[in-house]
């Protein structure tokens, strides 16, 4: 099945800040590859999704960037804020619509 | 948006009984459902996808005879752990695909905290 990895692990940036997490997935046939934020015991919250047919999409204070070729994709973060502190996964979505979740980057945001 | 339901949140439960967890589209058709388990601090681990009306398709790993897995309608999924033990402790989450709308987006239900004891 697929693999996704994700980096880091942990980020700590200074508020206002940008971070950058990065992914890496195996399997060439997955077209779908969205981004969650999760609070501690609460459900992820999707917050950015790109299909393969784009290379970028923005959304205000957050973007996502894909390189089908090189198999990555990477969320920023722009002008950081407190409330961004969170765990945030990566996922991709295969043909058969099952989706495989990145290890998860803990997010600090340092006031 | 559209809301997926999971019940109950918190369960406990002694070692050796069983318990069903719950995932529901309340306002559309789930075709799909996923179900996880998750960790402390730890990443989503993709247990089973269920299609409604079939059997549930396993990831490598996971015993099918010790979390069985039902979808007999298109809002409905549940997730039954049996003969439970406490390394069974953990946080569970379902996910729910909109049959009707096309791409692949996907709902989580709020997560059930499993502990055994």
């Known amino acids: 099945g697929e693999n996704v990895e994700q980096h880091p692990s942990t980020l700590s940036v200074q508020e206002g800040d940008s971070a950058v997490i990065k992914c890496t997935y195996s399997d060439s046939a997955s077209n779908y590859f969205p981004w969650y934020k999760q609070e501690l015991g609460k459900r992820p919250q999707l917050i950015i999704d790109i299909r393969s047919n784009v290379g970028e999409k923005k959304d205000q204070r957050i973007a996502v960037t894909l390189n089908k070729t090189a198999k990555h994709f990477s969320l920023h973060i722009t002008e950081t804020q407190p409330e961004d502190s969170a765990v945030y996964f990566c996922?991709?979505?295969?043909?058969?619509?099952?989706?495989?979740f990145g290890t998860g980057t803990s997010l600090t945001v340092i006031p | 948006g559209a809301v997926v339901s999971q019940h109950p949140s918190r369960v406990i439960c002694k070692s050796g009984t069983s318990v069903k967890i719950e995932c529901r589209s309340l306002?559309?058709?789930?075709?799909?459902m996923f179900w996880y388990r998750q960790f402390p601090k730890k990443s989503l681990m993709l247990m089973a996808t269920s299609n409604e009306g079939s059997k549930a398709t396993y990831e490598q790993g996971v015993e099918k005879d010790k979390f069985l897995i039902n979808h007999a309608s298109l809002t409905l999924s549940t997730l039954t752990v049996t003969s439970a033990h406490p390394e069974d402790s953990s946080f569970y989450i379902c996910?729910?695909?909109?049959?009707?709308?096309?791409?692949?987006?996907?709902?989580f239900g709020e997560g059930s905290w499993l502990t055994v004891v």
């Open positions: 996922a991709a979505s295969t043909a058969g619509n099952q989706f495989y």
């Open positions: 306002d559309f058709q789930a075709t799909t």
């Open positions: 996910s729910a695909r909109d049959g009707t709308l096309s791409g692949n987006t996907i709902y």
